[in-house]
């Protein structure tokens, strides 16, 4: 049986130090474990450095250090490999949810919404949190943990805002401006201050830098100004009007000269059933159930809302009205009947208020022409 002297044991202790085992209680342990190897193994004439030097490999798959980098995950995250896993299984899991959502969704299949939703949230809400946990492990406060952490945020907040902007929820354009804010003003100051100070990464920070700021800019070109907003609310509103000022007279004409025809009177009346839904439509996009001919003073613009934001209350009294058409078939010639069902509002799950106003009031012009 071999038996190390102190010097061999003090090179043990001071070659391990250089590996980076730093940690005094990992020393001691990993000392122990060496020296009972040695003493085991190595015969009483052998080579002690040779021997060494071939057993140390064996504790590590690139460095030594790992051992250590293992241990303080360990200890600061108790559930480090389950958290681990968790994000694999999680980004692998959101990423194939998102190519056959994509995939769906241009095949107009069923199911494409639900799993791009998935897709998103899980990318959103648990994998990036868990990139941030796993690779930001230092408990001491630093710039790159301060710049990790606001780039994640606004990764989860761009994920979420394109979620709500395809499922057609409120906020998608405020969650996506936010996090592009936060990434310009916020992450790209800290992320370049504190890379270029140090020479190894300074074209490195550059480089990167240079892509985000491009990178968000070309975001941004995909995005309509607030006046382009603004122009093309008054377009549509301006449009709208003059086509119920012209509904308007086409009625008051109508039920003067055909007051006694039964058939009028019924068309007069589903007439008056579109206006409801109009109104309905009118007071939540500008707050008021009339379009008053001082719009443009007020700023009363038809804004590019979804007429699905309504409330429950709200979308029911539109199914109906839409159900009661359908089911009326008869009362309609095949040509009023087929631009019916081509129209966007009668055909498709969702459509803009602006969409389903217009198709409201070529309803009503067919009314009124025939």
Known sequence: MYVLSDIQIEFIRNDLRARGITRVELQDDLLDHVCCIVERNLKSDGDFEDYYQQIIPTFYRNDLYEIEKETINLLTFKHFYLMKNTMIRSGSLATLLLVLGLVFKFMHWPGASVMLVVSILLFSLLFLPLVFLLTNKDPNVSTARWSAGIGIAAGMSISLGILFKVMHWPYANMLILCALFVIVFLFLPIYFFSGIRNPETKVNTMVTSIVIVVGCGMFLTLVRSPRA???????????????????????????????????????????????????????????????????????????????????????????????????????????????????????????RIREALLCLNQFQFSLLLN
């Open 229 to 351: 907003t603004t122009e093309e609310a008054f377009s549509y509103t301006s449009l709208y009007y003059g086509y119920e000022q012209q509904l308007s007279t086409l009625a008051k004409q109508k039920l003067s000269d055909t007051l006694s025809t039964e058939g009028v009177i019924d068309r007069l009346a589903w007439f008056e059933k579109a206006n409801g839904v109009k109104e309905l439509l009118l007071k939540y996009s500008i707050g008021t159930a009339q379009l008053p001919a001082n719009f443009e003073t007020k700023q009363l613009f038809i804004e590019d809302n979804w007429v699905n934001e309504l409330s429950d209350t709200e979308l029911k009294m539109i199914d109906s009205f839409k159900k009661e058409v359908f089911s009326n078939k008869a009362s309609f010639s095949k040509s009023e009947f087929e631009a019916l069902t081509n129209a966007s509002f009668f055909k498709a799950k969702d459509c």
